[in-house]
């Protein structure tokens, strides 16, 4: 397993993370029992992921993840965790209170069974619930980081609305996120424009998600968005819609979603790329995908010359 700085926090995590959520939630979308998720975890951490991610919103994700890690020394793993800065109240956004957020600490630890997590992030900020986050919610953590309830403090976006990813960009501009949660794939090359370099040049830690997700994981979704980037005019019209990324098979790619992870783990402002399976082979070949290091200088030049100028999140 390679290992690389998280930014400034200074924490050395794997270049492969185990994420909670997605579509699998640790299993139990996919009929995973607790029993089956310990393995999974177990088996994540016999490969060498020390970095696991996870969120008050994922179901019983972190239920499961307090039992997998007991008798697993604390020093040994990196724990990151969430709450949303807002609830849904009567099919309306409201925006959390502070002792709502003191209360979801609290209880992610509790469920988590540890002492303290490593890095807790506001869930899926947008621009309009990030002014509030930063002003009400962020002092909040600053002092239950300061009782050691956490060690960093990090912030996640909301792939499928912020195309602009004004998020971040708010955010860097404060300079005060210790680590970002990033959507970033081989169809969405347009955070290498902006967020990633920037938070680099930050020495903001960050994670990817959305590296490998249903339109990139399944063969007939990824041909559907194709075909409605060429009606639109948005990409074009020459590629193979039946065999849209095929052209990356070659040189030991055995298959594009081995492809998209080798995208992603590729770049070296990225510390971690999250995956979320909750299947042992999948999980092995992730690992194995992302040891083998980049793509070619000139699968990425023509994989930006296609789909970045589209300029919004794709592979959702």
């Not at 700085?5 to 997605?22: A, H, I, K």
Request: charged share 25%.
């Amino acid at each position: 397993m390679e290992y690389r700085r998280f930014g400034r926090t200074n924490l050395q995590v794997s270049l492969t993370g185990l994420g909670t959520g997605g579509p699998s939630q640790l299993g139990q979308r996919t009929g995973v029992d607790t029993a089956g998720a310990t393995r999974l975890v177990r088996r994540a951490l016999d490969l060498g992921i020390n970095l696991i991610d996870t969120a008050a919103a994922y179901g019983d994700s972190e239920l499961r993840l307090g039992e997998a890690l007991q008798g697993v020394p604390r020093d040994s793993y990196v724990l990151a965790t969430k709450a949303h800065p807002y609830r849904k109240s009567g099919g309306q956004q409201e925006p959390l209170t502070e002792q709502e957020l003191i209360d979801s600490v609290e209880r992610s630890l509790t469920r988590l069974r540890v002492d303290y997590v490593d890095v807790f992030q506001f869930h899926a900020v947008t621009p309009e619930t990030y002014p509030h986050t930063r002003d009400v919610l962020l002092p909040v953590l600053q002092r239950l980081r300061d009782q050691g309830k956490m060690r960093f403090i990090g912030l996640t976006e909301s792939f499928a609305v912020d195309h602009s990813r004004e998020t971040f960009r708010l955010a860097l501009a404060d300079d005060v996120w210790d680590t970002f949660l990033v959507g970033y794939n081989l169809l969405t090359p347009g955070p290498e424009d902006d967020v990633l370099p920037l938070a680099a040049k930050q020495d903001v830690g960050v994670m990817i998600m959305c590296a490998v997700r249903r339109r990139i994981a399944r063969p007939e979704a990824l041909t559907e968005l194709v075909r409605e980037l060429q009606r639109a005019g948005e990409i074009p019209g020459d590629i193979d819609a039946e065999r849209p990324l095929d052209w990356l098979l070659h040189d030991g790619v055995e298959s594009v979603s081995e492809a998209a992870y080798r995208y992603a783990s590729g770049n070296p402002q990225v510390a971690s790329v999250l995956t979320g399976t909750a299947n042992t082979g999948h999980l092995e070949a992730n690992v194995a995908a992302m040891q083998k290091g980049d793509l070619p200088a000139a699968d990425r030049t023509r994989l930006r010359e296609i789909f970045a100028p589209v300029g919004r999140k794709l592979g959702e």
